[in-house]
């Protein structure tokens, strides 16, 4: 644009004054629009949305906060509280070895000799270790014999000796659970197999061995979904994840006792459809606010409160809003009532039907029309009233949807270690295999000694199979 001085503005005519001061005019206002829009961002910046105050991990936060808990702080101090009982290592009483260490049997002072009948116990230590691990390879003879009417009898094989050469139950459960359980990448784990048990195996031996621990393991995983279509309680999330490279999804579905996870192409309701086509008739459905997760057929539903609070903590933190306080009060209040409430109190309670009316009364006030976002929170928590405080009317019915939140976790821990899948296949087997470990570990068992039995049984089943067919 033209630099204007003044000389050269007295020598302009009125209509070349007219036309330069249209164009400046029209610049002003482009400009003040573009102020105004970065007016808008910065102040969007200043609180910006993080794990706290939104559904965004922490692993996005940047480290802008060094606790994204939503719990208060609590007066006690950290670690061990006063009158907790401590555990130390405690000595074997059948120790394995015993290694004898006698002092000389001549006295330095008096050079008196001692017989070793003489001597006595004066104290006692135990240094706990593991013995050298070496794989061991165990051969398979199997005899016959010729009758004289020429009938031959032949003895068999055990139902789990398959083929001429082959990796054991033992090793084979091990894999899985330093694969799935530990999240040991492929390559690192041909180095870890290596070197404790000196066997050279390739990613691919691996995979394949995986391949077959997840064909054994899906009677158990079907049975895992056929418990969470009964249950009374069930919580359900998905997450993203990379398969070859591709976007896909991560779902789970589980209780207290189960964890289901498969793996999807859709985020959308198809989803649960596929897999639970009728739902959860019999079960209070506990879910975050996405759609499909609200569209699933069930008894009744439960928003999960924790993300609410965090939805509510940003306009608490950008805007100061007196509303949401007031709202985050009350979900805070709810939460610990939930927590001291007794059995009878689920039928008559009447701090919960005080919570219940201030709700009501929240959720029909009139709030500031400028913070759009907030008007959206409202409506919706006025659309699904009745999937608020049902925790406050069933026992069984959680206040947020955390155990699910902890079962999707694995699936990115994974990715954080390895990146992602390289196959369809490959997300499958860790769907199949990681549900039935995280099973096991909510009834208390060992996942390592479970699955090494699930192997066996399912060798014995498919040699039965094989002897009637």
């Known amino acids: 644009m033209e630099k204007y001085t003044r000389e050269k503005l007295e020598a302009k005519s009125k209509d070349e004054l007219i036309d330069i001061i249209l164009v400046m005019q029209s610049m002003i206002e482009t400009l003040m629009a573009r102020v105004l829009t970065l007016e808008q961002e910065v102040e969007r910046l200043k609180t910006p949305k993080n794990s706290r105050n939104s559904s965004l991990p922490p692993s996005q936060d940047l480290f802008r906060y060094k606790n994204q808990s939503l719990r208060q702080k609590s007066e006690r101090k950290t670690g061990g509280q006063f009158g907790h009982k401590g555990q130390n290592l405690k000595m074997s009483e059948t120790p394995d070895f015993t290694e004898h260490h006698l002092p000389e049997d001549k006295c330095p002072i008096c050079n008196k000799f001692h017989n070793t009948s003489d001597f006595t116990l004066a104290e006692r230590r135990q240094v706990v270790d593991i013995p050298v691990i070496k794989a061991a390879v165990t051969e398979h003879l199997v005899y016959g014999v010729k009758c004289s009417c020429g009938h031959r009898n032949e003895g068999s094989f055990p139902s789990h000796v398959q083929t001429p050469i082959q990796y ?22 041909t180095e870890l197999v290596k070197s404790i048990t000196n066997i050279s195996m390739s990613q691919g031996t691996i995979f394949n061995m995986l391949d077959r621990v997840a064909e ?35 779902w789970v579905w589980q209780t207290l006792s189960e964890t289901y996870i498969v793996n999807s192409k859709s985020r959308g309701f198809i989803t649960i459809s596929e897999n639970f086509p009728q739902g959860f008739p019999n079960a209070f459905y506990v879910s975050d606010s996405l759609s499909a997760q609200l569209k699933t057929t069930a008894k009744g539903h439960q928003l999960c409160l924790a993300h609410l609070q965090r939805e509510l903590n940003f306009f608490i933190d950008k805007y100061q809003n007196n509303w949401a306080k007031r709202m985050m009060d009350l979900l805070g209040t709810s939460i610990k009532l939930k927590k001291r409430m007794q059995p009878q109190d ?10 219940l009316e201030e709700f009501t009364l929240l959720i029909s006030e009139c709030i500031p029309e400028d913070i759009k976002k ?15 405080f049902n925790f406050l009317i069933y026992p069984q019915v959680p206040f947020d949807n955390n155990g699910s939140e902890r079962a999707i976790r694995n699936v990115k821990v994974k990715l954080k270690v390895s990146g992602g899948f390289r196959s369809e296949r490959g997300a499958e087997i860790f769907s199949i295999i990681r549900s039935v470990v995280d099973t096991i570990i909510k009834k208390g068992g060992d996942p390592l000694i479970d699955i090494a039995f699930a192997l066996k049984v399912a060798a014995h089943k498919k040699d039965l199979l094989h002897r009637r067919i």
């Not at 056929?226 to 991560?250: H, M, P, S």
């Not at 907030?374 to 608020?388: A, D, F, G, N, V």
């Open 374 to 388: 907030l008007h959206t929170l409202q409506k919706r928590l006025r659309k699904h009233r009745y999937s608020i």
């Open 346 to 355: 689920y039928v008559q309670c009447d701090d919960r039907d005080l919570i």
């Open 168 to 189: 054991g139950k033992n090793l084979t459960a091990l894999i899985s659970y330093l694969s799935i359980r530990q999240f040991v990448p492929m390559q690192r784990l």
């Open 216 to 250: 054994s393991l899906t009677p158990l995983y079907e049975g895992i979904k056929n418990d969470i279509q009964r249950a009374t309680t069930v919580g359900g999330d998905e997450t993203g994840l990379k398969v070859n490279g591709e976007n896909n999804w991560a």
